[in-house]
């Protein structure tokens, strides 16, 4: 594995089914990374943000098991990439307290999450209130140049940044500034409402839905009645296809919102199909996962022990 590369790091939670708002936001930059070589990939499963929604063990355990498979059913090569999971490198949470020391709660109170969960009325842990602390140290352990995400982790990076400019004030030059990678037209995908579409919101095109899954899914895509172009529909087709595509089938079906429905349930069929066969060939291997995170654990270690010794002594704790 080649380490004079830049870094890049980038992962996903596993709260539940991956949708294509994960893909097209996050896991299809990945992928082009990967096939690029430009940078070192580390492609991390973030189970320790997780607790702050899943609370069971044996869900915890298959939803982490489930995100390596749709990992790699997505086109991720572990081959290629360090592919590892948040909770087999300690010093993720070593990091994270260092960072606690030297964070304000106002600044922490400024969090789009936290003020959300805030004006929702909601019980808000700790552990959702240092959210962004956690992610600055997945961010800062590994010296990581690019993090490819979608908007809705613009802010968190920021606070990576931030971190890691305040840390090498106080304790001298260790960090490298993380910049975030955003590609303006997929940065919120919308959900079958309309809303970004969110695991939390309940309106998600699972990655690897049946046929009959995404018959019923297009069909309660919310639609008005003005206009030609049902937009929410449109929305979604554009991910798949070209404006200049799409312009013929919807000139073709204009004001038919059901021929234009059943047109996407079309193409994001041929679009799953391949990354669903290959999610269930996978699933009837259970060895490969844990091989997987075993070999991307030990590589993650390596990089992240051999940093937070750095940090250890720029403290003065080593
Ligand atoms: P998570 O698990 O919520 O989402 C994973 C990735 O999918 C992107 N995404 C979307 N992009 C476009 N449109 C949407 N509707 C959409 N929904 C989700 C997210 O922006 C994200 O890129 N905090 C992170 C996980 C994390 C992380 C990290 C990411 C933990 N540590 C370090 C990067 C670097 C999260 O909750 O993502």
Known sequence: METDK???????????????????????QWKE?????????????????ALNFVQS??????????????????????????LFKQSDVPAHTELAWIFDTITTMPYLER??????????????????????????????????????VGHDQKQHIEYARDTAEKFNRIYGDTFTLPEEFIVPDVATVPGVDGRKMSKSYNNTIPLFSTRHEIEELV???????????????????????????????????????????EALVEDLDAFIKPMREKYHELASDPRTVADILEKGGQLARERANAKIEEVRRAVGVS
């Open 6 to 28: 830049p870094i890049l790091l980038s992962g996903i939670k596993p709260t539940g089914a991956a949708h294509i708002g994960n893909y097209f936001g996050a896991i299809k």
């Open 33 to 49: 990374f990967q096939t690029i070589g430009s940078h070192q990939c580390y492609f991390m499963i973030a189970d320790y943000h």
């Open 57 to 82: 063990a044996g869900d915890m355990r298959d939803l982490t098991h489930d995100l390596v498979l749709t990992y790699l059913a997505a086109g991720i090569n572990p081959e290629k990439v360090v």
């Open 111 to 148: 969090a789009h999450a936290y003020k959300d969960a805030e004006a929702k009325g909601k019980e808000v842990s700790v552990g959702t209130f240092n959210y962004p602390m956690l992610m600055a140290a997945d961010i800062l352990l590994y010296n990581t140049a690019k993090v490819p």
């Open 219 to 261: 069909m309660s895509i919310v639609t008005d009645s003005s206009g030609d172009r049902p937009e929410n529909v449109y929305a979604i087709h554009r991910l798949l296809k070209t404006e200049r595509e799409l312009d013929a089938v919807y000139d073709e079906h204009q004001g038919r919102y059901k021929a234009l429905k």
